[in-house]
Structures are given as structure tokens and as C-alpha cells.
């Protein structure tokens, strides 16, 4: 990665030429070197059904090359314009509660139709065949921000694509309803026809029906997503992305098997910083082994009609900045560059007012654009190493979830909690997929997966038996794939495995029950799995509640490592403590070498070069902190050199320090 | 009521035949001798339209018997297969905002369908023909609680029924338009067809035409219950009943009328412990001089996908048992025994897990067998005598207030409020319904009826003449049967019985209102009638706010009795010690026998034999308590002499004692 | 105006004979001259379709007039018999959700359909020829509180004429997607046809849209009562109203253009009573010069079947009613005479009771006509002056606010917190539409109106050239007419009018961002305009944040006058300040000469008279106050002397003084 990209969204078409002319002088000036184009412009390249022209695009895409501006460009389908929307309701996207979306917004077709398919397959061949090849066209986004209005559609050919899916899936409705267990309540199918959408009924759906329509609908947005590629690349060989989001009702990890690289768009609040760096964590290990970008975060506050985000304040979006290409993005791109007049956005924050001002946090984005320079051959030189320990994310459990929340849990705000325990304890970490390969890992994480596939578990398996420490739960492993119960074990192949005896699973009463491990006591909460008491393999004791005496953390040895079974959670302020133990306690034995000595709200990002290491120090949250430096070292950027020990770090500073590695 | 029963659902139709071996050897473990079987069966015993066949269950009901397990069968008809329902939305249940019910969970029919009830007549004929005289089978259960998903129907079925429904009860449309007052905002009508079902509009539907339709549904739904045991009696002496609850959609009173015996579903937590002791109470009433069952509560917790309970603390399953034996309970009966492996109930209790072993709770499970077998030969030769006190509950009462609810006002909390008021005091009591016979009472209260019927009152004024006390209000009387204002006096029939002038009606302010009686002064609240003040009547005087110097309770002799007219609602704490005082006063001047001195959370059931007086004192809140005993008596499991005086009860504990009776 | 009415909702075709006559000889009793009949009694006067009969009215008004008791006639349209509703749903409301509205309450008819449009005009032609020239007809009401239920219908004649009235407006449609800016996400339309209604969409829909179809729904409910009024002057020169609010989804300024005299419906409660208020400093400006009417005010408490307000606490209603009289209220008038017998407004406080006595309140009602006699010849001689200082009110601004409500933000409150602040400073103000001439103003506030016409500039303009004041914000000037944003500067034609430089426009985080002027220093909130500094111009200081350093409050010289900026709002007890003491020094730089001492709570009302001023001093809040006389007067009701001084008000008092003008 020798470039470091500093973008913005672009939409010169709802503009004139001479504003045009106006943005990109201010373009140069605030050091914005790619744009994004096109996602919602297909009524200005397809007026009329048939009338393609992508001509301005062409234009726009190599004027801005003249002046050093490189382009991501876009397919233009979250927006089909009047001529495919009006008179065709059956095309539309339709809601759970049955409505059916109309056209003045976006979203509102249903992308599953075979005309949307064919209409969305035309526009984007001719732009990959018109603009595939230009001067300055560096990558595509396909489509925008897939299901960030919208999750499943019940409409009827969806209804239809449900049945051929099921088919495909379970072969014979006899084989379905044995999977699902549709015995009960009498809901058993004669036909796959037969098969509803999860619509309205008097109370909730059957769990497999549930789950398998949501992960149906994420594998068919894939699908299109898999066909859009397809087509740009029989014209281009630009790299092909899409900007997803774990917000979105789609399965990341197959969503982006079939495109180049990753991106993602993020709008966290200075409080929610963590949220924003889990995102990093995550996307680049979604295509591993290459750049993600950051490809929309706003410079100061997200905004609609309806609500808007607190302004970050004076610092923060640098701190953003530094913090995403030290953790491996190439690109860190604004939402948008230009106000929008119109529509129902008007009031998101931009680089330019819509009156062509620079607005606020415009200085900030200079200031963006200084540190950019500064550390684009630093972060040349260097890469970011995998860690040593990970947490596996699953949009699959995510969905799981949402059938089944037991009390309104839901499974994003779960693992960002989870994930910003080990972030404040300053350990390196990689979040990874279900599919990711294991190797090279020494701790792993896998909470809040209900269904551990057979494939995951023998991954993990083979994981453990190397040596690694594999930490299962809470809420993990309790569900078959079907989304049923386990009718062997409580927790299924797992439990064989492992040797594990769970007595029961029940939802602990955080008031009445107690856990305690590592010198700490914490209520329990949550879904849980109870263990017999083992001398040998009890770590975490039940001591207060009607499992007590009983075990809710327990270790199994697997060739030369273990498996800790988590089956219950700890809560409050004591259970965060016992969870900081037990990361300390599993990390201390595996010999963890990240973890550093840094302030709650700081971050240490390293990154390494052969002889060196590079370490970006970074206050995240406005409030200065400091980290222990144990050997000297120099600061990259003043050149000064640097001594062992307290390094403070004022209020949203950066400092980039470089040890020298040891010859070995 | 020689035996007591303990018994579970089951659902053998869900499992293979060696887990059913399994479970009925765990069955004779736990000591189960009772199951119910068959609600939710209905695909397996008519998999495809008209091929029934039931040899499963009938089976099932003999293999049963001869392991000592006897059965209650249920008819399937809360869940139609989907024979029934693929392709006939027309069939399908309705609700309030015009949505169809789909397939996919229960009570998706619409019971009123005329091809239902052919369907369900068929199913349920076959069903008492086959097992109506098989050993074991020792009752019977109509489909199952019904309207507990779902309130009234919106269907075009339900319309034309209405209509007719209408028909039958005004006769002509302009007696319809005059008892209901539909002059009011030009709604007349001029024909019953263009009555509407209470859809959407504007604003709120009319009072008369929301309650009618409420009563319409109730009267419907029992109306199916009744052609259901009318084909089980052509083949079957077994005793029918439903399991019915205070929270469903109908009216218990009239479900009940053609029903053999009472049952019932409660899901109370221990905070909510009174509401559970409340259906006892109730339902032992229902169908009185005939033993009840708890058809369904869980061994320690309720739970779905999407919420759940919290688990009973260890001891109180046994303390819910011990009460309902001692309250009248012939059955004591969990859903279900063993948890569900699909569907959208997996994570319910259950006294089995999935994977056959025994769960949390199944100890305790055991604990209530051991009682179980204790207690039966002192239940056997005793009786729950008639309390002195009674409570009037209607379900009927809970239709207004569903159409008038005046500020979120809720029947059953209103109603739970008040009755344990009156627990905690130690005062056995009766809640009956509004036909219930009120010969044996001395003191009869009538919170919460908005509509007094002319037969009541009737029934009311005798009770009082004879000696009897009656307390009417709060929130009662001021409305006709057909859900409208009196325009002769504020309170009707009953004001001019009673010789009473109730000078308004108005919310009261209660932070304003003061009310004074038997030396309190508490907030006076709800919608409420002011007497005017009279030395002779006024008992309780307001002392501040706009109506003050009137009174909010007067007292109106009527023969050798008293109609105390409680026409606003004290609450806060001063409002429940005015109450409190208000009860001990009438108490006594009736000279109730049987309140008894006992620490809240501890219970006292007094059971009678011709020689001797059992006390069944249970502590059911888990905190310990004491009882004042008066005389020496005997405790019948230790066999130990008892002293009189204080007797500390421990947590959960139980304790039955006897009292001798002194010859006459 | 030498005639004071004391009226009430009066509807006699629900009652029977007799009661007519009790209801005449109370009338009398409470002092009640003035009824208002006919607004819901459609079926009454045409029970079946063509039939129509309206004598019964004819004759009751005849009744009335013979006991000196006035008629204000109402057209019966808010409520279609069922004859117009049955079987007819294409000509019924349909809400956002699409839900068709049904029979059974009120505003179920779309007023936009044709046959409506048909029906409304010949019954409403009969009322008028048969009851327009009565002898104690003095008045006529079109229909009842337009819009009080219901806001945008979405039927498919709505649609129709949507289409019809864009193309009025815009003439093509490349000048509605241009002037709406259509372009964004392809929303760009080919036809009018394809413009939708604003119904169920993914996301937001565009502000454009949004705004016009409100626009275009309040348009078309203004020109219904406009022909409902032609009709009626056909036949009858009473003078016509609407009961309005500024509560309901009208555009008052445009309804009343073609009626005769402003009336309102309040029922605020003693908390709210700056919003009683409010309304009659509105409404009386709403048609300036004419006298407007209390149309509907509860005697105690508003309350339907589902909810309810407190009751008046004793002396309120004497309070409101001496107020409304002194502010120019002519007629005061409660809903409703008797209570409803049926329907869903049963609880709904009244004069007499549904059983013909006199409820809670009916004493306040005899006081009130006491003071009603005792001022009536004090009014008679004088007049409200118009103030100096103005607020403009805009009901189009409120549909902006629901299109672009920000964070919840509703117009109404915003307003009226802003009006409430001045009005507890004493000073008198009007509140005015925005084409109410600015002529004799001196100070003018232009809060919350988020696009400035080019008209209402111009005017400002005018007035501060001639020496006003003109303070503008916060939030009002930065959206354009069609609800987009400015693409030249900031404030479009505004700010380039003053000469202002707007940096940026953002929503404050109003725990950081601090503003002070004047001395104190507060937190500010909201979308905000932040002007350069400018040691000429700024007034307000932001001292805090992320835009410090620049101004939040600037002025800037216009002829003898000064526009004043207030970017954004203070907030909490600070901004309360802030803003009080900017009101303060504007007030004393125009020289106002209304400001009175007077203590929170109670109110003073200033009217005129050549030769002296007369002061109307009421304490609303029931907590008394006091009122600085600065010199002496005469108390007209007990003719007692005044010293100049402090004069202490007792709770709920009244105090009427008279001050002589000294000879000029």
C-alpha cells in the first residue's frame, strides 16, 4: 500500500458546471485525491427505460484525473427511477407488516425481481464497458449501503425464490419439516409451496422459518451482488468493493467472497469511538490480506430531516483519520463532499456548505489532510501484523438473534461490549469471520454464536489441539444450525467433543445469582449453560442462586491446549472485572506478547516493518491518557528520541514512535 | 376428591418411540400420574383433509394407563393444518388493523368460519369415539386458552355473524340506534348490515357498538366450546373443561356455563404470587362444588424466543403446589414436560430438556410429589368451606374497561390490587362471578363493574336485606348494560334503591383530592361519584379539592343491611391503610370468622371436616413469617402438638395443623 | 361590541322534549345567551339520502330566540350518515399507513371527493335558506375543528387532485424536479401523474414533497370551507366562522381569508395556561378588527373513553373567562351543555349532567356569568389596542417542522415557550400571520419559521427601515419556499439583504456549546445559523465549542432600524435568561411602552378608551401575585380608590382599574 487515499461522495450531477469548477478548486485545496460517484444517479444516466447515456459520468471521471483526483465509481441500483417504479407494484419492495414501498425514497425496489435484475444488469455493463478503462477510475462500489433501510422483503416473487431456495436447500418437504421440526403446533408442510413468509400471525414464527428466511434474503442480496461483479469485470479490472456496515441485514462474510476488497461506512459518535474501531478490526480481516476502506464517515455529525448526531469536536476526526489507516485502511472517505439542497438529507454535515462555504469541521479536514502526508510512508513501510488473539463475528449469529433476542438482546451492541473490554485492555485483536482461518491465532473468542457449525468446530478443534485457548460463550453453541434445540446434548457435538457435562440451560436471574472466578464474584445474566461441578475442570463456581454449587465456567484440556466453556454471563461492574481477569488470566497462559500498558481511551496501534515496529499512539476520547513505553524508541515525527517509561498524550494527539527490533 | 392429581403436557407426537420410553420411566420418577395430551396435535391426526386417523394418541392414552398415568385429551383446534389454511386466507383470523393471519404459530383460524367449525366437529367427533372410553382417559380439555394470542375477529365471517348477533339481540335496527344512542355524530344506522365491526377510524369507535363486539366475540368463541362438548357427550362420560385464564379474551363466566370443570394456565412470578393464589380464588368458584385444576404453570420460569420469565427461586414451586392443593386444586399440572425442541417455545421450563435430562427445577418437581403424596389423605377428608367475604369478578366488567379505560386502566390489575388487599389481611375469601349465588356471604364487594345488571342488583338487594354488607365501587355502576350513560340518575337503579343523591361524577385529581374515613386522610383517585354529604350516610368525607365537604363513601341501610357506596378510589399509602380500615371496619360489623393473624408473604387456607379444622399456613414470598394460632391444635406431619400462640414459619415452609372442633 | 356571549355546545336532537324544556329553564339559570347546534347532526336533518328535513332545527332556534337565547349554526359535514359511508370506501379518509378509514366516528370522509364536495353543498344550501334569516340566528360555523383527527387523506381523489394542483403550481414538471431538486437518488419524475402521495417509503421522503402535500392538504380543506361560506351568503347574512386551533393540520391564515370572524377550541389545563393565552392573542389578529369567539372550552376538564384532563381547580374557569372577555374574546363558550348520554366523549365534563343535573363546575359557570355581567359594560366602552410588539405565528412553518422536525421538535411548543417568556415579562404582544401588516409595530420576532417569502421580507424590510426591530431565529431563514436549502448564501435573499455572513449552519450540542450576551452565558441548542464576528455586528459571543469565536446574536443597521440574527437557541434556565434580558434590551431600545411590573402567574390586559385606560389584572396560576400601579386608579368593580404601589392579587383574582389619560 503505497497510497493513502483522502476521499469524499460526489454527486456533480445535481449540480451546474460552474459549481463544478468551484468543487474541484476546493477538492485541491482541502487534499482530496479520490471521489466516490454515481451510486444514485441512474435517472441521470437513464432518463427514459432504454436511454442509456453514462457520458457525464465519463467526462466528470476524467476532467477530475486532469487534476490528480482518482475515482471509486458506483452502480447506480439502490435508486431505479420512476420509469421502473411507477405502475409496477408487484417490482416493489414490501415490509413485514405487508406494505408495499413506493418510489421518493430509496430502497424501495425489490431486488430480487428478474426485471430489476435484468434493468440493473444493462446500466451497469455500459458502465463497465464506458468507464471500465478510464484514466483515474481506481475501483468500483457496487450499489450502496445493500438492506440499510430495508431487511427482508415478503413480496411474491420473493415468496416464490423462498420456495426454489428451500427446495435447493432441503431437497424434500419431508426432510424440511423433519430439519425444522414443524410437527409442532401442526404447522407441517404438505409442499414447499406451501411455506409462508414469517408475515403476520398471532404470535411469534417457528424459529427455523424465521432464521432461514433472513439468512434466504441475505444470500440472495449477495447473489446480485455476485452478478453485478461479474459483469464490471468481463470490462474492468478495477477492483470491486461494496460499503457494507454490520448495521445492515446482510452476511458480511459471504457478501464480499465474490468482490476485491472491503469497505465499510461508519457514522459512531466520539462515545462510541470503540464501535468505530471494531469496524477496522473487522473489515480487514473480512478480505484478508487487503486494504479496506473507510468509505463514508462523516466530518462532524450524521443528519437527516429527522435526527442528527452531536458535531464531533475539535480533534476527533483526526484522531479518526490516523486510527483508520494505522489499523489498515488505504482509504478514509467523507460523507459528502457537498451539502446536499434537496432530498432528506439536507442537514448531514459535508466538506462544503451547499452555498459552496466551507462548513464546519472543514479545518479539521485540512488538518486530515496534513497528517495523511505526514504518515503516508510510514504506513508504506509497514504492515499491520495479524494478532495474536480473536474475537469471530457472524452476521449468521446475528441473525439468529433477531429471531431469537430472548429480552430485547441484540447482537451488535453484544460483541461491540465484548470486543471493548480486550480493546481498553490494549491488546491487539482481529475480529474475524466463522470461515477465517485459525492459524496463527493463540486465543480465541467465539461469544454470542448460537449455532457452531460442524466445519467451525473442527476448525476450532484443530486450533485447540495445536495448543491454542479457545473461549466458548456466553450464549454460544446451545442452537443447531436448523435454529432448534439439540436433542444428544445440551450443547451438541460441541459438548462430545469436549467431554463437557451441561446440566441444564435456563435464563440466570441477575438479581439472585452469583458466579466467581479469578478472586471476583459478579451476578450472572443471560441465557445460560450450567456445567457439573468438576474439581478439575470447574474454574468459575455458581455460589448464590438455584444453580448453586454448580459451574459456569469450566476448562477442557484437547491435545495441548483447552477449551473454556463460558457459559453464563457476567454482569455490572464486578462481571466486567471477573471477564478482565479471565482475558488476563487465558492471555498470560498462552504467552500473549500485545497486550500494552495504555490508558483507558488511548489506543496503541502497531504496525511492523522487518527491522522495526511502529507504534501509533492515539487519544481517541478528548481526554489526554498514556502509555508505558518499555524500551527507548524514536518519534517519527519530531524525530526526537524517545525514553522508556510514562509517555503522556494530550487530548487528541497522535504520536507515531519506531522501536528498533533486535537482531535475532 | 379422593386423589390429587400431578401432571405435565405432553406431546409425544414430537418424539420417537424410545424417547417416549424414556420419558414415561422419568414419569414414574417424578411422580407424575396424569398428562395431557393432543392441542396442538391436529396435523398428526389428520395429516391431509380427511385422512384422520388417531390410533397414536389412542395408544399412547393405553400405554399411559398402564404405567398408572392417566390422561386429559385435548381437541386440536388451536392449531388448523395447513390443509386447513394454504390457500384460504378468507379462513384466516382478522385483527383490528385489517392484518391477515398467516400460517406459521396458533389461533391463525378464525373460529367463527363455518368450514372451522365443520373441520373441528369432525376431528373432535372422531377423537371422542375413539378414546371417549378408553382406560386412563379421565377428562377432557377444549382446544386450548383460548383468545390468548388473539382478541376479537375482523373477518367478513365475523361481520355477517355480528349482524346477525345484532339481530337476535335488538330486533329492530331502530331499537338498536335508541339503546345505544347512535344519533350522536350522525352514526344511525338504517340497517344492521351497515353496522360496522370496529375497524379503523378517526378517532374512538362509539362505547356501545366497541363493548357489543367484545361481548359478541365472547359470546361466540363459548358458543364453539359448547358445540365441542356437545359431540364429546354423545361418546364420552369424561368431564370437560378448558384451560382458561383471567388474561384471555373471553368471558369465563359464560365459557364455563357448559363445561364440567374449571381449569386453568397461570405464569405468575413470585412477586406476583397473589395474582396466582387470585385464580384459585376465582376459578374454584367458576363451576362451584367442583374441584378445579392449574392445567398449566412452569416448574420455573416462562419463556419464548423473544422474552422470558425469571426462574422460581428454590422452594416456591412447592409453596405454589401446597397452596393449590389447600385452595381447592385437584390437578397440579406444568407445561410442559419436556421442553421443546422447536417452534418458538425452546427456551420455556420444562421438567425435561430436549436432551432427556432432568432440568432446573426437576428437584423441586420431586420435593412437590413428596407433598403431594403427604397432603392427599388431609385433602381427601376435608373442604374448602365458603368464605364469608366475597368479591364479584366479571369478565364482562373487563370488556368496558377495555372500551373505557378511562387512563390506561387495567381490569386485572385493578382487580388483583384490590383482592390482595384483602389477602394480606388474612381473609379467606371468594371471588365469584356476577350469577354466581350470593347465599352464605356476609360481606360482598363489587369493585370495578361499570355496568351493574338489573338481575345483580336484584340479587344484591336481597343479600343486604337478609343482613349482608355490600360495597359497590369504586368505578361502579355508572353505566348502563349497553355501555352508556344513565340519564335518570348518576348511578341508575341501584342510586334509587338505595335512596342515595349523587350529586357528579368526575376524575378526581389525587393531587388534589383528600378523602377522610375511620380516621385517614388519603389521596381519592379514578373516575369517581360524589354523594352528597348527609350526617346519616357519609362515612368518608372530601376534605379538599372541588368537591370538598361531599362524601366519596356513604352507607345506605337497606333491611337488616347496609350498601356502602365506595365512590372514589383512596390511594398511596394512606389510600391502601384507608382501605384497610375500611375492610377491618365492615369485617367486623358483620362478624367475618375467619380473618386471621398472619404476616404478609405467609398464607393461611382453612379447610373443613365435621370434627375438626385443618390450616394449610404456607409462606410463600420466600422471606419467612408467623401466624397467630388461638388454640392449641396439631401439626399433621410431625404430628407434634402446636401451642397456641405465635408460630414462626420459615422460608417456604409449610405447615398443616389441626384444630379440633369444641361439640356444639 | 356591546354584547358579551355566554355560550355552549348544545345538542338537542339527542334528547327528547322534556328534557329540551329543563335544559331551556337551566340556560337560563347559568346565564347562558348563545347556543351553537347543528355541527354533528347530519343523519338528524337528512336521515336518509335526499331526505332532508331540517325543521326540527328551524323550530329549536325559534324556541331559543323566545327565551333570549342566540343560535350559532353549525354545518353538519364533520359526520356523513351511514347512507353516505356504507359500501362507499373510495370516498372514505385514508391514513399514511393506507388504512381506510370506516363508519362509527368522525372525519371518516375524504372532504376532498366530489360527491362529498355534492352532498356538503346541498344540505348546507337548505340550513342556509331555511335557518339563515331566523330571528336570533346571529352566526354560522362551518363544520367542526377541520383536521382535528385526521391530517393528509391518501386517497386515490387526493391523488388525482395532487397531481391536478402541481401542475397549477409548477406548470411542468421539469420546473417541479428542478425546483424540488428531484434529481437526488433518482427520484426525478417524467409526468405529474408520477408524483406520488407521501405513503410508506424505505426512508424519509423528500422534504419537498413532504412539505407541499401538507401545503396542498390544508389548501384544500380552506377552499371547502370557502365554498361552504359562498353557499351560506347565498341566503344568510350572519357572519360565519370555523372553530379552529393551531392545534389541527390547517393553515389558519389561509382558512379564515374568506370567513367573517376568528373562533378557537381550547382545553388547555391550569399548567398550560400561557397556551390558553396564546390563542387569544393569536385568533384576535387572525381577522384583525373583528371580534373573535372561546368556541369551545371545557367548564372543568376534557376527557374521552380513553383518557382524561384534571379537573379546573375552583376559581380557573372565572380566570380563563375574564381573560378571554378582556383579551377581545366575545363569546365564551363551553362544550358542552349536558354530557353525552352515548359515544365516546361520555366522561367528558359539562354543564348539567347527562341526568340533568348540574355537574362539577356548574358553580364556576354561575360565577363566570356574574363577571360577565359585572365587565360587560367595561368592554363595551373599551377596546384591546394593538401592541408594539409582534410575533409571527405560521402554520406553515409547522408543516415544515413536521417534514424537518430535527429532533422531535414541534412547532407548537416551540412557539409557545417563546411566546410564554414575554408574556411573564408583562409586555403585551400580538401574535400575527404572516401577512398581518407590520404597520404600528415596533419590535417584531420571527422565531421558527424556517423559509422567509420574498413578501413577508420585503415587509420586514420596510419596517425596520421605518425604525423596528426585526429579531429573526432561531431556526427561521435557512430553508428556501419549497423546502430546500439556499444555494447562494446561507439565508438566501436575507442574509444578503443585511449584509451578514453566515459561516455555517450545524444543530449545536448544547453540552459544549456555551453563547453569551448580554452578560450571561448559556448553553445553545438546535439547528444554527453562526455568523463571522464582527466587533460592529455580533451581539452574541460563542464562547464554547466547535464554532468559537464566532457570533450566534448580530445586528445589523437597516435604515432607522436593526435586523437582529439570533443564529441559535439558548437554553435551559441560562438560555432563559439570555433571552430574557435580549427581549429586555430591544424593548428598551424601541421604547416600548407596555412592559408592566407584575409577578409570574398573573396577567394584566390593558385596554383603551379615549379618555382612560382600563386594566384587567388576573391571577391565572391560582398562586396570587402582585402588579406595581405606577400611579393611582380606580377599582371599577368596588369603585375604591387605588394608591399608586404595589397591589397584591389574590388567588385567581380579579381586579378591573381604571386609569385616567392625563390631556395631551
Redesign the interface.
Known sequence: MNKLYHGAAY?P??WDRDTIEEDIIYMKKAGINVVRMGE?????ME??EGSIDVGFFEEMIVKLASHGIETVFCT?TP?????YS?GYPERM?V?K????????????ACTNHPIFREKAALITEELAKRLGKLPGLIGWQIDNEFKC??SECMCEQCKSLWHDWLKEKYGTIDNLNNK???????????AFE?V?Q????????????STMYRLFSMEKIAEFSDEQATIIRKHSNAPITHNSSVAFSVDNERLFENLDFASFDTYATIENYPAYLFNHDLFRNIKSGKAFWVMETST??A??????A?????GYLQAEAIASYALGAQGFCYWLWR??????E??H?SVL?????????FENVLEVEEIRKKIEPIIAETYVPQAELAITYSDRAKAFLE?????NLQHRRLMTAFYERILHMGISRDLITEQTSLDGYKLLFTPFLPAISHDYLMRAKAFVEAGGIWIVGPLSGGRTEEH???????LGELERLIGANV?????M?E??AVGSAFDVSAPLSL?SS?FEYDSKTSVGIITEG??KGHSFLSEYRLGKGKVVMLGSMPIGQAGDTLLTKLIEHYSKEVQLSTQLSVTKGTIVVPREHEQYTVWFIINMDGQGGSVNIQESATNLITKENIQAGELEIGKFEYVVIRFEKTQQ
Open positions: 454527486y450531477e445535481l444514485f444517479a441512474w435517472s441521470t432518463p427514459t447506480p435508486t431505479p427511477p420512476i420509469w411507477y419492495h415490509d407488516n405487508g406494505r408495499t414501498m413506493g418510489h421518493g425514497s430509496r430502497q424501495h433501510h430495508v425444522w421440526g414443524t410437527q409442532i403446533w401442526s404447522e407441517a408442510y404438505l406451501q409462508p414469517p408475515g403476520p400471525t398471532p404470535f411469534l414464527h417457528h424459529s427455523s422459518l462532524s455529525y443528519a437527516s430531516l429527522a435526527s442528527y452531536m458535531p464531533h469536536p475539535d451539502q446536499q439542497k434537496s432530498g432528506c439536507q442537514p454535515s456548505s451547499a452555498w459552496g462555504k466551507p462548513t464546519i469541521g429471531t431469537e433476542p430472548h429480552q432448534t434445540i439439540h436433542t444428544d446434548m445440551a446440566l441444564f440451560t435456563f435464563p436471574n438479581n439472585e441465557w450450567v438455584i444453580a
